[in-house]
């Protein structure tokens, strides 16, 4: 049995119980899965990432056994990463919430004619310094500086000078500086998903990894749940962690009745 570890001490008597199978009392929960750094290791660059053979059915027994109350919650596009577990019927929010596919329909806001703009700055800046990749994405662009940590600084410099003038938010993360369009994150994504009709009234969890997680820890702890940090302990909303991919797929497992 994989075991979560605090991250923090629990909350009041009102606080959300994490079961190990959704069979346990008190465990009727709803489950939001960040994908890159939770579901998926993280890679070199996005188009990289594996997505091992056993994650798609997994999912599909989780969505069993919760009863249809399971979403992902993703910074990519909704339709990639649909593309990429293949054919799923439950909710993904991509593009940091702003965007929603339920069962192959999706509902996006149009991409600001701003970010194309970003895009041919971050290109331009990215054309001397091999290593950075600079991704464009339905309603974001995002430059990558796994390969060149050294440019860090910059990489977050020049988001936070393209910000203001074009109108969009930055949102920084693991080896990424990011511009995408404002008014939406994790957190309202969360929110919005909570309302309907099969995730109402339950208990939300959150597993993420990354700073674009927070708000979704937030919103799961406010709603009477609680955030799963993925990775290494550090200053953090969640309430509880997880010590690495292979540690979620393994609680996820014990979630789906394995």
Not at 47 to 60: H, T
Not at 138 to 150: F, I, K, T, W
């Amino acid at each position: 049995m994989v075991e979560l570890s605090p991250c923090a001490p629990a909350g009041g008597a009102d606080a959300c119980a994490l079961p190990t199978s959704p069979a346990r009392p008190g465990s009727r929960i709803s489950l939001f899965l960040d994908f890159d750094g939770t579901l998926v290791e993280l890679a070199e660059a996005p188009d990289r990432v594996v997505v091992g053979r056993p994650l798609p059915g997994l999912l599909s027994r989780l969505d069993d056994a919760l009863e249809g109350r399971i979403a992902l919650l993703t910074g990519r596009g909704a339709d990639m990463v649909a593309a990429l577990l293949g054919d799923i019927s439950f909710p993904i929010a991509g593009s940091h919430g702003a965007e929603l596919r339920i069962a192959g329909d999706l509902v996006s806001p149009p991409r600001p004619p701003q970010l194309d703009e970003a895009l041919a700055a971050m290109q331009r800046f990215a054309a001397n310094r091999p290593g950075l990749l600079v991704e464009s994405k339905p309603l974001g662009v995002a430059l990558h500086y796994r390969q060149r940590p050294q440019d860090e600084e910059a990489c977050i410099d020049l988001a936070k000078a393209l910000a203001a003038p074009l109108g969009l938010h930055v949102q920084t993360g693991k080896m990424v500086a990011e511009l995408r369009a404002a008014g939406a994150d994790k957190g309202s994504a969360l929110r919005a998903l909570m309302d309907r009709d099969e995730m109402r009234g339950s208990c939300p969890l959150f597993l993420g990894d990354d700073a674009t997680d927070e708000p979704g820890f937030l919103a799961a702890a406010d709603l009477g749940g609680a955030g799963v940090l993925v990775g290494p302990a550090r200053a953090t909303a969640a309430r509880y962690r997880l010590d690495s991919v292979a540690a979620v797929h393994a609680w996820l497992e014990g979630l789906a009745g394995a």
